[in-house]
């Protein structure tokens, strides 16, 4: 079985201080834990920006900040900026985080009911983002919500937008979409394309027993605070121990963690991209 990657998703849309003290929001909080995570294991980073009052927000200059640090701290590790709708839904605003070329960005092809809003992705916006990944040669990582998610990459693919292999990520559990089951994770695994990639994020107390079931099926892992605020056993968790415990299931299990240079082999990343998010923001 090859190797597994782990993605750290750090800070989210959601979490508060209020919720966990544990959650990064500034720039030097964020960069500080990547590195944390990067030491436990993690090889692509899954990045929200907060403005000065901890809300969400696509304001570039504050991904710059973000990533500044970041190559600063931790200089291999793989940057996948956020586009979420949370943090607004104007276009082009949500097309920035692409623009500043980091090597994967998140790309979520369809709608869904969230707690307290729609989350939505129209049709002309999917074509129209999927023209700035075209564009930018910017690998998306296609988040999926709902089964349909993953015909609507593939109808993107056929019209020449989005370029195979595409890797996935299965976001499980979110109230309102998918529940977060083995029996679901394996459905969706299923329904993908020869060649595809992907991982689950399993939301609250789901993180860690679907992690451990997308190790043992040969998938990959997303962990982090974004998505979950508690181990297994219940006490608080930080980013850096969510991490070191898929890492430790994964070698219990005999699957070896990848580092950064090979998640971007078995990801089909352009070495040469690596460090093209540093033209944008020096």
């Given at each position: 079985m090859e190797k597994l990657i782990i993605t750290a998703a750090l800070t989210g849309n959601v979490p508060t201080r209020e919720m966990t003290p544990h959650v990064p929001l500034t720039p030097a909080e964020i960069a500080a834990d990547v590195r944390r995570c990067a030491e436990a294991g993690a090889s692509i980073v899954h990045i929200h920006a907060r403005d000065t009052g901890g809300r969400p927000?696509?304001?570039?200059?504050?991904?710059?900040?973000?990533?500044?640090l970041i190559k600063r701290e931790a200089p291999d590790v793989i940057i996948q900026l956020s586009t979420g709708a949370r943090a607004g839904r104007?276009?082009?605003?949500?097309?920035?985080p692409v623009r500043l070329l980091p090597e994967m960005a998140s790309f979520t092809t369809g709608s869904n009911n969230l707690p307290g809003i729609v989350y939505e992705n129209a049709p002309d916006f999917l074509l129209f983002l999927a023209g700035v990944f075209k564009e930018t040669g910017v690998k998306p990582e296609i988040e999926v919500f709902e089964a349909g998610m993953i015909n609507n990459a593939l109808f993107l693919v056929k019209k020449n937008l989005l370029t195979p292999p595409l890797h996935f990520d299965f976001v499980l559990?979110?109230?309102?979409?998918?529940?977060?089951?083995?029996?679901?994770?394996?459905?969706?695994?299923?329904?993908?394309?020869?060649?595809?990639?992907?991982?689950v994020a399993g939301i609250g107390p789901a993180e860690i027993p679907l992690a451990t079931a997308a190790i043992a099926m040969g998938g990959h892992?997303?962990?982090?605070?974004?998505?979950?605020?508690?181990?297994?056993?219940?006490?608080?968790?930080?980013?850096?121990?969510?991490?070191?415990?898929?890492?430790?299931?994964?070698?219990?299990?005999?699957?070896?963690i990848a580092s950064p240079a090979e998640a971007r082999q078995m990801l089909s990343l352009d070495p040469q991209h690596k460090d093209r998010?540093?033209?944008?923001?020096?």
């Open positions: 927000t696509l304001d570039p200059a504050v991904f710059k900040a973000t990533v500044r104007d276009w082009e605003a949500r097309a920035n559990g979110a109230p309102g979409a998918m529940p977060a089951t083995v029996r679901n994770l394996v459905f969706l695994a299923d329904t993908l394309p020869p060649g595809a990639t992907w991982t892992v997303r962990v982090g605070i974004e998505d979950n605020l508690r181990l297994p056993d219940g006490a608080m968790a930080t980013n850096a121990r969510l991490v070191q415990t898929a890492a430790r299931i994964a070698r219990t299990m005999g699957r070896a998010i540093l033209t944008q923001i020096d």
